[in-house]
């Protein structure tokens, strides 16, 4: 009979001896695993923790985002819109309501006497407005010929 060549080592030991040498084996792999897992549970618990740092800036963005967006429609521009409007109230005497939609100019002229006007540029065209309006500022501006 021919005899049978193995590579493992624990053939050529005795039972007790395999018994012992397989139960060191798995406890190295027991420990292994638990190094593994323990490897693993930290892993998850920083991906959770990045997950919700993550979640936390998103929001944040998304705040900023929508603040943003509010102050260029809400009047970014409304101090120098609001600047400009003082200085042609003082040389024109025209007073713009800026409450009012920018489709809508709406305001008065204070001179000789108080005129309001009110536009819709859906219906008019910006010349037109322009136009309409100069001619309230001259009216405006033209003396009183009228004596007591």
């Known amino acids: 009979m021919a005899e049978v060549r193995s ?3 624990l053939v050529n030991l005795s039972w007790k001896d395999r018994c012992t040498k397989l ?3 798995v406890e190295e ?3 292994a695993a638990k190094d593994v897992k323990g490897k693993t549970d930290d892993l998850l618990k920083e991906k959770k923790e990045l997950e919700d740092k993550l979640k936390r800036i998103e929001e944040e963005t998304e705040k900023a985002s929508k603040q943003l967006k509010e102050m260029e429609n ?3 521009d409304k101090p120098i819109n609001s600047s400009l409007l003082k200085l042609y109230t003082l040389i024109t005497k025209l007073t713009f309501d800026i409450e009012t939609p920018v489709n809508e100019p709406k305001g008065y ?4 006497s108080l005129e309001t006007f009110q536009f819709d540029t859906a219906k008019h065209s910006q010349q037109f407005i ?5 001619s309230l500022i001259e009216a405006q501006l033209k003396p009183n010929r009228e004596t007591v």
Do not use: C, V
Not at 109 to 112: D, L, V
Not at 130 to 134: A, G, H, N, Y
């Open 29 to 31: 792999k027991h420990s």
């Open 130 to 134: 322009i136009d309409s309006l100069w």
């Open 74 to 76: 809400d009047g970014l």
């Open 109 to 112: 002229i204070a001179g000789n």
């Open 7 to 9: 590579n493992d080592p």
């Open 23 to 25: 139960l060191e084996q």
